[in-house]
């Protein structure tokens, strides 16, 4: 069933997400310090994290709350979201992503530009730089936030009201261990949108590849080893 309203939801809720998240980074390296500390590391966790859950709350009930090409892709390989709908979700959830880079270059074009308006900048010096180790870390990263979306949304019987929390409690997770190998994208949109709009392309690719690899192992393991295992022996 194709649902516009529930492109709407995704373009929305994207935004939320690609305009607090990197709007965070630029407070915390630029406006509120000189590069990334500790304190600043927590910060971008906890706005990833709180957008993510407050989005899910706001628009779980829509559209399934996606925010995310990764999720999106590894929800239409395992069939819980018709192709049509989920190429929708993936342009609506683009849209929104470069409308909330724009808005962040609009409000904060000069610090916003020393970050490259939240744009991941690649592997670190942590990683040697290395594109390989990035894809890695990217693929983990991704694969238990949708390991987490789908045992805690999708599941049957996951707990009631729990997702938004469980889900944003995760992308907090992902981000402080993340933001300092690779910025901790495990979303295309999230890297796509201040990338378009600063011009910095970087190690981009490994942006799409890592999330959308981890994304789809994660959807068909956890699809069909618990989600369908579990809903055929309750209907039995």
């Known amino acids: 069933m194709v649902n516009p309203r529930a492109w709407l939801a995704e373009g929305i809720a994207t935004f ?6 990197p709007l965070s980074v630029t407070m915390a390296a630029v406006l509120f310090g000189t590069g990334l500390t500790l304190d600043g590391i927590i910060m971008i966790s906890l706005a990833h994290g709180a957008a993510i859950g407050l989005m ?9 709350a996606h925010i995310n090409p990764a999720v ?11 192709i049509k709908d989920g190429a929708a979700y993936i342009g609506s959830q683009i849209i929104g992503a470069i409308v909330a880079a724009a808005a962040h270059k609009a409000i904060l074009p000069v610090a916003g530009a020393k970050v490259n308006f939240g744009t ?20 983990i990263l991704t694969f238990f936030l949708v390991t987490t979306i ?17 889900i944003g409690g995760m992308i907090f997770l992902i ?6 190998l690779t910025g901790a994208s495990v979303n295309p ?3 796509l949108g201040p990338a378009i709009i600063s011009g ?17 192992i994660a959807g068909l393991i956890m699809q069909y080893v618990y989600v369908k295992k579990d809903a055929k022996e309750a209907t039995a």
Do not use: C
């Not at 999106?72 to 018709?82: E, F, G, H, R």
């Open 16 to 21: 939320a997400l690609v305009f607090f998240g």
């Open 56 to 64: 899910i709350y706001a628009f779980g009930h829509i559209s399934g």
């Open 72 to 82: 999106t892709i590894a929800m239409m390989v395992t069939k819980n979201i018709n």
């Open 120 to 139: 991941q900048g690649g592997p670190s010096e942590l990683l040697n730089h290395s594109a390989a180790s990035g894809v890695a870390v990217e693929m």
């Open 150 to 166: 789908f045992m805690a949304a999708v599941h049957r019987k996951a707990a009631a009201g729990m997702a938004g929390i469980a």
């Open 175 to 180: 981000h402080l261990v993340g933001v300092p």
């Open 189 to 191: 949109a999230r890297t």
């Open 200 to 216: 910095y392309w970087d190690f981009h690719w490994i942006y799409w590849v890592g999330p959308i690899v981890g994304a789809v």
